[in-house]
């Protein structure tokens, strides 16, 4: 079943179409890649199914159950969250003054029922809000193994332990589908090796459905069940990592200029 | 009534001057700057000593406008210049401090009686076509009008106007494109302070000088800023000449309690209805 | 905020209190309690400012619509001084919205420039009150009475301090709390805040009212604590005193709060005292500048060592 279908979306920037006629499907338990060169669009694509862009036209359906479906294009930024859709970003966006615990419990703030009369006299359901979220926090923390900075302000800790801590939280919102915007920025081999791993084990912790943008292809190949290529802002392909491989307008347009040495590539925008 | 709109648009253009200049640093910088009627009545203050010196008034008008370029530039080296990409409180706090200063400092060095400063233009009353307007409110009027002019042409045919336009839209691709963004932040605030020191020197002789005398138009100058649409220069202008005229009017004609809530009520409505005001274009943040 | 910040804030609280008996009558009394109102004016500010980092200039709205709803409600409608004072909080909160609901939404520049012109409109309808608050002349406030027994200006004192203890109370709920760390989640990243299901308009909301309460109340108090109140209490330098007091004092820190409130009463006494009375206002504006520049935690993290943030909330 598919859980999100992007519905002939198009998007334009004063004059300049970011995204053009795109269609694509996402299976429910998919850990589903979108890739394209630079420019091709898919952080576009990502921003109007998390409804910080409005796309001119189109539809994005999300039907994380059989009888649930809904058209995400009407809905505001922060009910996508609420809906069950949970994403990273590519320059990171935690709170950075703030503690990895602080920012993991933010996301558990849909799960707490107490409204501000309760919380402002402490009455007992905002009590017991606060004690079950916080041990909620503590437990995930250190099933991902961060437990150690849990205390620790964000800004003072390693990238890649930051970006360990966007994941968690993004976790901690239990979606049950994940955007993830270029995961492995800024990681060598053996980093994006563990970053495999590390989505892996997510999806199994979670029973998400990951839908990535990224440009290592090592990585891309290993973990993906499907993989969709954009290029110039429309829909190029879509198959297992086998096909698309395999395929010859991708391989022209997009990893053709990675294999071939002497081949001058474009500068994309 | 005919009067009463042309010394409401004479009015509402200084405003509109005064507006022109926060959208001016707001647009290239990202401030808010709340000392900017300060800095302009710092300047008409600055005229007064400079004509009470004994010079002739165009010696006067063209060092004010030297001044105001000056203190532009030293705002924008010593204070703002710190605070340009942080969060907009910091630098919104700096101008606000940066207000209660120059108050007191006016009051410092010219002390809290109300001075008089001579219009550049004759006082004597002009016929036309049988209603009498004072020479001031035309010139006023013209002066804004020329002044509009020359910035249109500055802005669309000069390669500093185009720089600084380029970097008022996007200060990435300006820098990326070797357009000197820092000496563009100093032009901007540089010439934004000359523009309100024409407007001091044009509202003086309507409102006398007092270190308060540009409390009232700052407000009135947000309004109009907001009514034209914040990242609009000929918006600020323009939307200075409404509330000129709409305030005017509803002195004369329902109360004069009411003549000074009124531009903040149209501001208002302009907020709920279209708060990209009357002339801006909507802007999409890039995520 | 953070929980040595709290022991110190409180320890200095109690001292205030406590040392009671010890203060002198008449002037020095009134300064500590306008100290303490200063407080609560400062914690509501602190609520929108500190934590959410949003510029608003309405200080001076909410305030003077605690001082004149009470003393109207006290003396032109009969009721009795503390319910008018929480109905005068609560009608400065309704104030607050109708602010608010229209420029939440946009970018933080036309929030300042709404308040600002609030703080206009509020001076200009006090002005033209009439019979109901004296127009330009200002009205007479009521005397601080408790369940109709009338209060000498010690007990109204603790009156004020036991209010304060309230709010602060409250306030550390709120703080501990998915509104809290929602305020802090604006400030950090709006984005992500959203991305996580955070309702940041509902919150910033929520941030206003709360902050429109706190010095409402807070100007409830000041009236018959001053006993006579005109149209200038909606003056934009009260607002600028309040966002001073927050800055000075230090965002997001109970302590700051009081360290505030202390520099923003004391500092113009000060000066009157050593003959510089007329540079009170770029007193303030100094302070906040080298504030900024120097000390951008405020003065209470003068008083913190590094390694205090642990467990936040």
């Known amino acids: ?269 | 009534m005919l009067q009463m709109i042309v010394s409401g648009i004479a009015l509402g253009a200084i405003y509109g001057l005064i507006a022109l200049g926060l959208v001016m640093v707001y647009k290239a910088t990202g401030i808010l700057n709340f000392a900017h009627g300060e800095s302009a009545m710092l300047c008409a203050f600055v005229a007064f000593s400079l004509h009470k010196f004994g010079i002739p008034m165009w010696g006067v008008v063209l060092l004010t406008l030297c001044f105001g370029a000056l203190l532009g530039l030293s705002i924008e080296r010593l204070v703002i210049r710190h605070f340009i990409g942080k969060p907009l409180l910091s630098s919104a706090i700096t101008t606000l401090g940066m207000y209660l200063i120059f108050g007191d400092l006016a009051i410092w060095i010219w002390g809290k009686d109300t001075q008089e400063l001579p219009s550049i233009f004759s006082s004597a009353p002009i016929n036309i076509g049988g209603v009498i307007v004072s020479a001031i409110d035309l010139g006023i009027v013209a002066t804004c009008a020329i002044l509009a002019a020359l910035l249109y042409l500055f802005f669309k045919f000069t390669r500093l106007g185009i720089a600084m336009q380029a970097t008022m839209e996007n200060p990435t691709a300006a820098r990326l494109m070797g357009i000197p963004i820092k000496k563009i932040y100093a032009m901007a605030w540089a010439l934004s302070h000359m523009i309100a020191a024409l407007a001091g020197l044009l509202i003086a002789p309507l409102t006398f000088l007092h270190f308060s005398m540009m409390q009232h138009a700052l407000h009135f100058a947000f309004a109009a800023a907001v009514l034209g649409g914040i990242g609009s220069m000929p918006g600020a202008l323009v939307g200075g000449v409404i509330i000129g005229v709409t305030s005017n009017l509803t002195g004369a004609y329902v109360s004069s309690q009411w003549k000074d809530i009124v531009p903040f009520i149209v501001m208002l409505c302009i907020l709920i209805w279209r708060p990209h005001g009357l002339f801006s274009v909507m802007q999409i943040k890039k995520v | 905020m953070n929980a040595q910040f709290s022991k110190t804030g409180l320890a200095l609280f109690i001292l205030l209190c406590v040392l009671l008996p010890l203060i002198p009558g008449g002037y020095i009394l009134y300064i500590f309690s306008l100290i303490l109102i200063y407080t609560l004016a400062s914690f509501g500010t602190n609520i929108l400012t500190g934590y959410t980092n949003l510029i608003s200039l309405a200080g001076a709205v909410f305030f003077g619509v605690g001082a004149y709803g009470t003393s109207i409600l006290t003396l032109k409608f009969g009721v009795s001084l503390v319910p008018a004072m929480f109905l005068a909080a609560g009608l400065a909160v309704l104030v607050g919205l109708v602010i608010a609901l229209p420029v939440l939404r946009l970018e933080e520049v036309f929030l300042a420039i709404a308040t600002l012109g609030f703080v206009m409109i509020f001076t200009e309808i006090a002005k033209s009150g009439g019979e109901l608050n004296g127009g330009e002349n200002g009205m007479g406030a009521p005397a601080p009475v408790l369940f109709g027994l009338a209060l000498t200006e010690r007990t109204f004192h603790l009156l004020i301090a036991a209010i304060l203890a309230f709010a602060f109370w409250v306030a550390k709920n709120l703080h501990s709390s998915r509104f809290g760390r929602g305020f802090l989640a604006i400030k950090g990243s709006d984005i992500a805040a959203r991305s996580l299901g955070l309702n940041t308009s509902s919150l910033k909301l929520t941030a206003f009212a709360v902050c429109a309460f706190y010095c409402g109340l807070s100007g409830a108090l000041y009236a018959p604590l001053v006993r006579f109140i005109d149209p200038s209490i909606f003056g934009i330098m009260v607002s600028i005193s309040f966002v001073s007091m927050v800055i000075i004092g230090g965002l997001g820190s109970i302590l700051g709060s009081v360290l505030g409130a202390i520099f923003v009463v004391g500092a113009p006494q000060f000066l009157t005292y050593i003959g510089f009375d007329q540079v009170q206002r770029s007193l303030y504006g100094l302070a906040m500048i080298l504030t900024l520049i120097f000390l951008p935690n405020g003065l209470a993290s003068l008083f913190s060592h590094p390694g205090d943030e642990r467990k936040s909330s």
């Open chain 1, 1 to 269: 079943m598919s859980i999100l279908k992007i519905q002939n979306l198009s998007m334009s920037f004063g004059g300049i179409l970011a995204v053009d006629d795109v269609s694509f499907e996402v299976r429910q338990g998919d850990v589903h890649a979108l890739i394209g060169p630079n420019g091709a669009g898919k952080t576009t694509v990502l921003n109007c199914i998390s409804r910080f862009y409005t796309p001119q036209s189109g539809a994005v359906v999300f039907q994380p159950a059989r009888d649930a479906s809904t058209n995400l294009l009407p809905l505001k930024a922060h009910q996508i969250g609420q809906l069950g859709i949970a994403r990273t970003f590519q320059n990171l966006e935690l709170f950075a003054e703030l503690t990895v615990f602080d920012n993991v419990l933010m996301a558990r703030s849909q799960a707490m029922k107490s409204n501000l009369f309760e919380t402002l006299l402490s009455l007992p359901r905002y009590r017991r809000d606060e004690s079950e979220q916080k041990h909620y926090t503590e437990q995930l923390l250190e099933t991902l193994g961060l437990q150690t900075v849990a205390y620790s302000v964000v800004k003072d800790l390693p990238y890649g332990t930051q970006k360990m801590v966007e994941l968690a939280r993004a976790m901690a919102l239990e979606p049950k589908l994940i955007l993830l915007d270029e995961p492995a920025t800024g990681m060598n081999a053996k980093e994006i090796e563990g970053l495999g791993s590390q989505l892996k084990k997510l999806q199994s912790l979670t029973g998400a459905t990951l839908l990535l943008i990224e440009h290592s292809m090592p990585l891309v190949m290993r973990i993906s069940d499907q993989i969709t290529v954009m290029h110039n802002g429309r829909f190029l392909a879509q198959g297992t990592p086998a096909e698309i491989k395999k395929d010859s307008a991708v391989i022209e347009a997009y990893l053709g200029k990675n294999k071939n040495v002497t081949h001058t590539s474009a500068v994309n925008g």
